[in-house]
């Protein structure tokens, strides 16, 4: 189950890596997004190369709470939740912690996918996480 919710994830990441890198590299004119490729680098619509957009924001994103980083065109890079996959038991379980002593607690987790985004340029990014849980089945 954690296997395929993993080999899940892994497809859904290359294929919007893929995806960004065939409109950017199609043709060396701007595409419809407003990304284009000088000099074999792939550029944002401001001018910044995609890859100092996306040091910049690993930088920022640090220290900097959600909705404060700025981006190096002037703009503001948006964090904003684009997938939330069911939740799904895994095989990890302990005994209740609230007492009751016929039962176990059970983890679940679930893949969640966030896009970061500039809400003036054409950089964007997606950040994959995992979020786990409790489940008390004790009686």
């Known amino acids: 189950m954690k296997k395929t919710l993993f080999l899940k994830v892994c497809a859904v990441t290359a294929l919007l890596s893929v995806a960004f890198t065939a409109s950017a590299f199609a043709a060396e004119k701007t595409s419809e997004d407003g990304v284009y490729v000088q000099d074999g680098v792939v550029m944002c619509s401001c001018g910044t190369s995609i890859k100092a957009h996306r040091e910049e924001v690993a930088v920022l994103g640090e220290s900097a709470e959600a909705g404060d980083i700025s981006c190096s065109c002037g703009g503001q890079i948006v964090e904003s939740l684009i997938f939330e996959s069911p939740w799904n ?31 003036t340029c054409c950089f964007s990014s997606h950040r994959v996480a995992t979020e786990t849980t409790w489940e008390c089945r004790g009686f």
């Open 89 to 119: 038991f895994t095989e990890l379980s302990r005994r209740c912690t609230h007492g009751f002593s016929n039962g176990h607690d059970y983890e679940k987790s679930r893949t969640l996918i966030y896009q970061t985004k500039c809400d």
